[in-house]
């Protein structure tokens, strides 16, 4: 149990890739709201379980909405599955 709570923190921790942007740069068509990547890796629960997969991904989904960001969701259907996921999108992120 202690080890799905640390990955569901260490998921909701990198939920980020980037800074954020402000409100205001968005609202205004900024380039920063448009360059920014919102990154999320669920635990093994996925995106749809009524907990906080799912609030985050909701919450990712209205910043694209609201903000103009660009947003990476990806769901784990194990716990192996988490870390290699993780990996992964650091890797793709960081080029």
């Known amino acids: 149990m202690r080890v799905a ?10 939920a980020g890739c980037a ?8 609202k205004a068509g900024g380039s920063a709201a448009a360059s920014f990547k919102g990154c999320m890796v669920s635990d ?3 995106f ?8 985050g991904a909701e919450g990712l989904d209205k910043a694209k909405k609201d903000l103009g960001i ?8 194990a716990s192996t599955d988490f ?3 993780i990996d992964s999108l650091v890797q793709q992120t960081a080029t």
């Open 48 to 55: 749809e379980d009524k907990s906080f997969n799912q609030s």
């Open 83 to 85: 870390t290699p996921n």
């Open 19 to 26: 800074s954020a942007p402000t409100k205001t740069a968005a």
């Open 70 to 77: 660009k947003e990476v969701k990806v769901e784990s259907t």
């Open 5 to 14: 709570s640390l990955a569901a923190i260490a998921a909701l921790a990198i």
């Open 44 to 46: 093994a629960g996925g």
